[in-house]
Nanobody, 117 residues
Framework: QVQLVESGGGLVQPGGSLRLSCAAS????????MKWYRQAPGKERELVAA????????TYADSVKGRFTISRDNAKNTVYLQMNSLKPEDTAVYYC??????????WGQGTQVTVSS
């Protein structure tokens, strides 16, 4: 059974940091590209960051460049999103995605990140 379990979300003040984790099971983690998406209330889901199977970041949304870092540990079947200098506009539910193809990709249940003073 495929599972992607996100953790690490919460409430943080502007300028603060959070590290999200996504633990994968039920498929060959090292064979999948991994992505982080987010969805704010009333907005469409957007791609935040992506990383290759080998661990090379390939994509960052313009709004997070220089502040967020995606990484993965294939030995632990886990992908991370380090988020620094957080802003209120980063408030959203963050989802991890395991991508093999358009017709085969898996989603986690999401973790809430709220940036507020």
């Amino acid at each position: 059974q495929v599972q992607l379990v996100e953790s690490g979300g919460g409430l943080v003040q502007p300028g603060g940091s959070l590290r999200l984790s996504c633990a994968a099971s039920g498929f060959t983690f090292s064979s999948s590209r991994m992505k982080w998406y987010r969805q704010a209330p009333g907005k469409e889901r957007e791609l935040v960051a992506a990383i290759t199977r080998a661990g090379e970041p390939t994509t960052y949304a313009d709004s997070v460049k220089g502040r967020f870092t995606i990484s993965r540990d294939n030995a632990k079947n886990t992908v991370y999103l380090q988020m620094n200098s957080l802003k209120p506009e980063d408030t959203a539910v963050y989802y991890c995605n395991a991508f093999f193809s358009i017709s085969r990709n898996y989603w986690g249940q999401g973790t809430q990140v709220t940036v507020s003073s």
